[in-house]
Each structure stands twice: as structure tokens, then as C-alpha cells.
């Protein structure tokens, strides 16, 4: 990411909060606050917070502890880095004491009861006049549609996993486990330069690859039965998500049905992608392809989602609160079909949203095209 | 873990509920859901809860989406397994009116502000007389003594990571790179059968062994240096913590003075635990040899913490809130020494508090017997 990114960011954010009724922004969900200061630090646990940014017209502070001074320094330039000393509640407090907070905006879906509970006892106790403000997703909103910079490196994580996707589906044997087959895509992923995966790879195979949700088993894969891959890596921060459905040999009676209408929602659903369009337009394509093959009571997830800094981020392609799709999106579509106890197909790109339409950035390779 | 392991922790929880101010106890903490039921799904983000508990004396449900439905029979085979047809807040307030409560115990420190709210404005559009009432600790207590049948799974996957090291450390060369070690360790994890690291491996040489909290970074490591080597695995949900520090060749000036220190602190704080030590006691006992040999302002963290199902939980092992030690709680024991720019070394082990002192799970290796 270049160096100007976070600057212009945070003047992005400080021309929003001019419109809030509340004087500082608080930020602790930590894609927000990484996507604002650079700062990399991931949080092991809700409550084990790395840090917190404080953002008004006149400050931008990163409040952490002395575990992350080092990392805050180097990596959040253009924010002050106020280290605690006695605890998270105590020195947040004195901070926004510093700064001359009123109205202290906060993250209402990222700050737990007891931690405002905390706040307010402690803003109490130390004769402050500061009231607390929910906010919802306020940040979450500007990391919608994506900059240059994180297109660029959405793009070499997206072709990350298609190379790893690359190697391994001519790896794949019969009498191979769904857990070796996932470990043997970590172990590509990173030698192939990727800092982590974006989530734990799902191998899902025969009657497993009807859950949507499948955790890798020590199920042994066979000829015939659909195996879906669906698996992303981190690159720099960035996610990618793309998902494959692979047979060794023929597919069983009626999977090339099933595997065709899939393969022909997601491509009648990608010509619907371009700025403007309301979210549950694509959705609704797939939906209908679908249902018009018989298949409508087997999709039961959305049609996709936005890709960055998390897997699952806005906006949301589905039939539930629609938006407008905005240009420099990142989302995936994946339409899928699953036949419970008998098994499933799911098909999966990535995809930016362009001025005059879809940019596929997942590689276009492992899709079959059976006869019909 | 033993079936009868979650009636009977269920039965203790509704003892406990005889004396809170609730009749329902709702569990959304990861952990503590799987304490209770043996549902094994993971969390990924605080936004996206995999499923929730609702324990009356009458009732066990567990409430998730159809995603996990099949997961969910098979796990927590003595929860009623109800699926959320559209959406967590209306499908959960649906559950609570069906068990009949009126008070509803949460976890205060897992249920973000925004939850909160939309329970309310639906449990008052819906016309229930519902109260909400905040619960800290409660499972979290239970989980501190852990069963025989806990104890075993720790104590593999303790061997387990002590295996690791012992793999690992002879490999170990000038000029690795840290980042290289890490994955090497997951590596090992891995073909020893571990389901996944209960962390990311700590490598941190040089200078970066001053950092507590060191991400593995791209450095080769040097002779006679500082490496600390922070580590740990999960084995069906339960987590291994062990540290050491090595170095290849003789160690830099100093450094045998700061590791005996570490060493002699680690010992001595050792031979105080047993049940009923107040848990600040241990820690007072290690900062003593540290400050004594003139390293007390670089020993800034706590002497250790509980190991369970999550990496860190109760009792806290440190000079804040202490608390008295339970015979059955398995806790880390590591000092360390960090001077700023120069290096480290942490030392840590695993023990069970028994009735006659402490067992160490850790294997016994990989220590430095210094001359002083």
C-alpha cells in the first residue's frame, strides 16, 4: 500500500464525521483500523484488543500497549502513538480526557456491554463530560469500494490461490483425506509466498460436499463424487475466496446436470455486475437459473460478498437489504447447489467491478464444460 | 473428552443458576459453548457467531443456523438443536419466549452493544417481559479446576509441542529465517497430528527477542544470539504453551547472566505452586530473583495463566487481582528478561496444580545449565 493511502483515508473519514453528532470517532475493529493507520496487529480475542485509534478534526492517536509499541511506531506513521500503562479503560480515558472529547463516537457492533459499562464508570468517576455515540459502520462503508493500491494487491492474492488451485488439482488422487488435501494447500500457499490463508480451506467431498459450511475430514476421496475446494490466502493483509468443484473421473448420474447449471447462474449472473446495479439483481439471476433447472430449494446462501482486508465484508450479494453496487467493489460469485446426503456443487470468482463492467480476477481455469 | 463430561457440567452450571438473579443463561463465548456441549464450531469473527446456548433447569437448547445443523446434532448430542430460520435476533427471541424466560443471563464480555439492542427493541416489539441481565465469569470459573478427562488431552498436547521443539531445535542454523522457523513448526505440528497451532509460532532472535509479543519477521538468525521459540498446538480443543530460548553457540556477552536469572526465577517461582497459594504469590517469588540480580524493570509482563480450551484463561498468574490457586487448574510458569534493542529470554512450562505441588507437562529439555 502506498504511503498516502492512509493520509487521504483519514481525510475521507474526517470529512464524515463533520456529518455525525459526535466529536471523535473511536475505531478498534481491526480491519477498520489497519485499513485507517497501517497498523497490521491482529487481535487474538475480542477482549485482547491490539489497539485503538481516536480520530477528531485535530488528532489522529493510536492507543495501545507496550507489547505493540514498537510495531505502532513503525507502522501507523502518520498517527501518535499514545502507549497505556495501567490498563486498557484507565489510560483510554485519560486519552480522550487529552484530546477534549464530548462525544465519543464508537463502533456499536465491535465494543462489548462490558467494556461501555467500564467506560462509562470510569468517564463518571473522573468528572468528564463525555457521552458515548454508537456508529455503525461508518469505516466499513469507505472500505467498500477499493483504491488502486488494494485492487493491485487483491489481484496477486487472488492469483495466489489460483496458482496453489494450479498445482494442486492434478495432485489429487482417489484414496486421498480431505484434511491431507487441505494441509497440502497451506503448505502450496505458502511456498508460494502467501502470508496465511484468509480462512481455513474447505475440502468437501461426496455427501460433505453438501454443506455449505464443510470442515475438512478424514474422509478418503473418491472417483466420481464432486470435491469442492473453496480456499483464499492473505497477501499482504488482503484476502482473496475462490472456489472450485473438481470430479476424478466421470461424475455420478446427474452431477453434470447439476454442475452445468451452476457453471451457467454464475456466468448469466456475472454479465449483471457493474456499478449501479442493486445487490440482489445478480443474486436474483442465479436464483432463476437455478430454480428454472429444478434446483431453487438447494441454494440456500447468498450469491456472494466483498473481499479485502476481511473475506466477508460489504457489500453483500443477496436478496436481503440491497445496496448499490459501487465501482472498485471487490466481490466474489458464487452460486451453488447442494443435495443434502448426496452432495453439492459450488463455483466461485472474484471479481472488480469496473466502469463497463466485471473484471474476472480469479484465473479462469478447472471449470469442465460437460455436454448437455 | 468422555460423554458424561457435559451433562455433568451442565448440571453444575444449573446449580450455579440457583444463586445468579437469571433463570436463562445464554453462552455465546467459543469456548465456553464448547465446554458445555461438546459443539466444536469455531467463531470467525465476533459478527459471526457459529451458535449460542440457551440453559434453564429445564432446558438445554443450542440455537444456530442451518449451516452447522448437522454438526450441531452430532456434537451436542444432550442440546435440543433448534435452527434459526431468518436471522439470529428474531429466530433467538422466537427461542427465549418458547423456554419461558424472563431473565436473561449474558455474558457481558462477548455480546457486543449492538446485539444487545436489537435483543431489546425485539424483545419488546415481540411484547415479551424479558430482562437482560449481564453475567461476568461464570462458565469461565467452572473452567479453571479442569476434569481428569481435560487433563489427559492437555497433557498430549503438551508431549505434543515438547515433541516439536525437539525435532526442531538441532535443526536450527545460522541464518535461517525466523519466518522459515515458524513454518517449520507448523510443519512438525502438523505431521505429528496436531488440528492446528493454538497461536502463531513465536521465532523472535537478536533484538526482536526484546519484543514480548514478536511477529516472525524475514531476520536470519545469528550465532549467539537470543532465540526464543514461543509455541504452541491444539489437540481436540485443547492448547499447549511452552517457550525456550536458545542459541546456537556460545551466547553473547551477558546473556548467561540474563538466562541463569530467568532459569533460577522460573525454578523458584515453580516450588510455590500448589493449591491454595494466592496467585499473585508465584509471581512475586520470580520478580524477586529477577529484581535481586538487577533486571527488575525489564521483567514487564505477568509470570503466567491458565492453558484450556483458550491459550489464555483463568487464574491469571500476576501481581493484579490475585486470587487463590485450584488444585486441577493447568497454568504456564514464564519469566522473562527484555532489554530494549539488545535481546531476550523467556522460559516457559506447563503445570498441573496437584494436591502435593505442581506437575510439570512440558518435557524437561532444552535448558542451559550455565556456569555462574
Redesign the interface.
Known amino acids: 500500500m502506498e504511503e498516502s493511502a492512509f493520509p487521504r483515508r483519514v481525510s475521507a473519514l474526517k470529512e464524515k464525521l463533520r456529518a455525525l453528532s459526535c466529536d471523535t470517532i473511536w475505531v478498534i475493529q481491526p480491519e477498520n483500523r489497519r485499513y485507517l493507520s497501517g497498523f497490521r496487529a491482529e487481535d487474538?480475542?475480542?477482549?485482547?484488543s491490539s489497539g485503538s485509534l481516536l480520530i477528531t478534526q485535530s488528532h489522529c492517536l493510536l492507543v495501545t500497549d507496550?507489547?505493540?509499541a514498537?510495531?505502532a511506531e513503525a507502522e501507523a506513521v502518520h498517527f501518535q502513538v499514545h502507549i497505556l500503562k495501567e490498563g486498557f479503560v484507565a489510560g483510554f480515558c485519560e486519552a480522550i480526557g487529552s484530546i477534549g472529547t464530548r462525544r465519543l463516537g464508537?463502533e456499536?457492533?465491535?465494543?462489548?456491554?462490558?467494556?461501555?459499562?467500564e467506560l462509562l464508570e470510569r468517564i463518571n468517576q473522573m468528572g468528564l463530560s463525555v457521552d458515548l455515540v454508537?456508529l455503525?459502520g461508518i469505516v466499513e462503508d469507505m472500505r467498500e469500494a477499493k483504491d488502486e493500491g488494494e485492487i493491485e494487491i487483491i489481484e496477486a492474492s487472488a492469483d495466489l490461490i489460483s496458482g496453489v488451485l494450479d498445482e494442486l488439482i492434478p495432485w489429487l488422487k482417489p484414496g486421498i483425506k480431505e484434511k491431507d488435501v487441505a494441509?497440502q494447500i497451506e503448505?502450496l500457499a505458502?511456498e508460494a509466498g502467501a502470508e496465511g490463508m484468509a480462512?481455513p480451506p474447505i475440502v468437501a467431498s461426496g455427501p460433505n460436499s453438501a454443506?455449505?459450511?464443510a470442515?475438512p475430514t478424514e474422509r478418503e476421496i473418491q472417483l466420481g463424487e464432486p470435491v469442492i475446494l473453496d480456499v483464499g490466502v492473505k497477501l499482504d493483509g488482503y484476502c482473496s475466496d475462490m472456489t472450485r468443484t473438481v470430479f476424478l473421473g466421470e461424475p455420478e448420474d446427474g452431477f453434470k446436470k447439476i454442475y452445468n447449471t451452476v457453471r451457467s447462474a454464475q456466468l448469466a449472473a456475472l454479465r449483471e455486475i457493474r456499478p449501479g446495479v442493486a445487490t440482489d439483481h445478480p443474486d436474483a439471476t442465479a436464483r432463476k437459473v437455478i430454480g428454472d433447472a429444478g434446483f431453487g430449494e438447494y441454494f440456500?446462501?447468498g450469491l456472494g460478498h466483498g473481499v479485502g482486508l476481511?473475506?466477508?465484508e460489504r457489500p453483500r450479494l443477496s436478496p436481503l437489504r440491497p445496496s448499490e453496487l459501487k465501482q472498485g467493489s471487490v466481490v466474489t460469485v458464487e452460486p451453488g447447489i447442494y443435495i443434502p446426503g448426496r452432495g453439492g456443487v459450488r463455483l466461485e470468482e472474484m471479481v472488480v467491478v469496473e466502469s463497463d463492467g466485471p473484471r474476472i480476477i480469479t484465473r479462469n481455469s478447472h471449470f469442465y464444460d460437460f455436454d448437455r
Chains 1, 2 share one sequence.
Do not use: D, K, M
Open positions: 487474538s480475542q475480542i477482549n485482547e507496550s507489547r505493540y514498537t510495531e464508537f456499536e457492533s465491535f465494543v462489548t456491554c462490558a467494556l461501555h459499562r454508537p455503525e494441509w503448505c505458502r480462512f454443506l455449505p459450511h470442515v440456500g446462501h476481511a473475506t466477508h
